[in-house]
């Protein structure tokens, strides 16, 4: 009544949290008693390319396997240029009166800080953009992977503020000459997609796990484990250096955020829940849609998810995607003189190589919390157990 409002805009959000607040706001602006009057409250898409839920497959349910989402997904998607911003804003009407304040600091907000973030807005985003596909995108299929390179795009952060529209995104990026690289990002723009998607037809996933049979999984609560994971103190170099990345800034490369999900769900028997919800914490492209389809991917129990048989070894991951020790080496600079043959395995060192390394295992640097072997093969048999329980054929 106070400002003349007679309709509210907003872009829809996926999260069932988000459904639930949009549902509140509107039949409040329907019943307002102050202004006798309804208000229209008008939703509109944004956040994904298409609407989540709109796509059906040939059953007519939601998409559980991901390439017929994708495919399906083309097929739909005409991939229009984004209009662009307009030129100028309408004036206010000559009866409302500019309120006008200046934006808040940090210090006023109680907050510090911290430098080793990514910086925000939509200029950065915008060169953030266009620097990965002017110098990465061709190199993207090959490079995305590498832990020791920079070879990502940085714009989750962007598509999850919104500071950078996934169709501008989509568009800049289809735009340009075919190429491996192009192909890969488009495919994982359309993973995002899949999981808001699903998140959208399946919004119980927040609480429990897509595969039933996972229901009730034995996971242990091992504080002491916890602790090491979450800090940074396993042993195993490339798992060490993913939890501090996310300590410091807010960020992890998808490559160890899914090597230290394996570890934690598979060699830690914890469940991927807490993991799920240390990252959404700290994560400054902490989405709800993208970190549980992540999460309960790597525990083997998600939509499309990789068996739960496969678990990664992090001394062979990380001597693969980073093969001269250059990731372990910024985040655990405990190791930086240990030689590039024990970067990812420092307990294999002789003595004589640690003492000139200046590495004391168990003071400098943790002895491994677990045996890689040993875990892998205790993850293995309780799976296959609860999961015979369940009735579950082996090896599904």
Known sequence: RRFAVDRVVAHRWTEPFARERDRRVAASLSTNLSTHCAVPFDLFEGETLLPPGSLRSGSGGPYAVFTPFARAHRAEYSGTAPLPAPSRLPPLPSDIEPNETSLPSLAELGLNENPAL????????????????????????DERDRLDHDGTSRLSADLKFGTLSVRTVWHRVASQPPSAGRAKFLDELLW?????????????????????AFEGFPWRDDEVAWRAWSEGRTGYPVVDAAARQLLAEGFVHNRARMIAASFLTKHLLIHY????AHYLEFL????WAQNDMGWQWSAGCGVDAQPYFRVFHPVTQGQKFDPEGVYVRRWVPEL????????????????????GAGVRLGHDYPEPIVDHAEARAEFLATAARHLRGQGVPEQD
């Open 336 to 355: 930086t003189r240990l030689p590039t043959r024990y970067i990812h395995a420092p307990w294999t060192a002789p003595a004589a190589v640690l003492e």
């Open 273 to 276: 829940r807490r993991g799920e």
């Open 192 to 212: 995002r997609e899949f999981a808001h998607s699903t998140l959208w037809d399946r919004p119980e996933l927040l609480e429990r796990p897509f595969r039933a």
């Open 284 to 287: 400054t492209d902490g989405d």
């Open 118 to 141: 990514q910086r925000g807005g939509e200029k950065r985003a915008r060169e953030r953009l266009s620097r990965f596909v002017d110098e990465r995108l061709a190199s993207y299929a």
